[in-house]
């Protein structure tokens, strides 16, 4: 009932979701700590935004707030690295959470109706269909496109797409139940990309039931150019068949 009642309040502002998207899926990228006292609702946030037509959604548990007296469960130092990339390029001095970053273009601090904002100018926005395909000899080919300014890099992230309950017992969010959806567990610079086509091998899956995403970009944190997601399954077997 809690759960329930706090995903209402989040979603309230919300207006209703297309179901349909022009140039593909809008990545929602969630930046966030167990041991943060404000990133409960972002968190639930980010859980609602999984089930919603047109976004694929992530949780990037960070590290740096591990000091608190609460160390994340999730959190990889990669992952802070990978916000820290994206600060940057937003021109900003330091990273902080939560922060939500969409399509590598916009950045915000969670507010549902910001993030909702930004979501829906990140499907009017204009992105070249770019080609991309897991292919039977288990690697993940990316076809040709205009390259971005200062050249592309491609991504694997495999991520838990089940919802996660992680009891907190120490630090400042000590006795609550944090929500977790869609977590990063495996992050890989498969290489870079000049517009040019090519293809990468797939490392072996850290875990079993992870979902694989590859996310082609501007490089250094730059614009997401484009997305493709397979089952655990298909990863899997991908890997298998190196």
Known sequence: MKRAALLMTICAGWLAAGQAWASGPVLVELFT??????CVEANAMIAHLADRPGVVA??????????????DTFAQPEFADRQRAYDKRFGLRDVYTPQVIVDGAAQNSGDPAAVDRLIRAARRAPRKHLDMEMREDGRIAVGSGDRPPG???????????R??????????????TIPHRDVVRQLTRLGGWSGRPV???LPEPSEDGLTTL???QGDHGGR?????????SAAKAAAQNR
Do not use: M
Not at 153 to 161: A, Q, Y
Not at 224 to 232: H, S, Y
């Open 33 to 38: 700590a167990q041991g943060c006292s404000s």
């Open 163 to 176: 919802e996660q309950d992680v009891v907190v017992k120490a630090g400042d969010n000590r006795g609550a």
């Open 199 to 201: 293809s990468f091998k």
């Open 214 to 216: 590859i996310v082609v």
């Open 224 to 232: 997401v150019l484009g997305l493709l997601e397979t089952d655990p």
């Open 151 to 161: 050249g592309g890099e491609v991504w694997l992230i495999r991520f838990d797409p």
């Open 58 to 71: 992530l949780t990037w548990s960070v590290d740096y707030w591990d000091y608190l007296g609460w160390k």
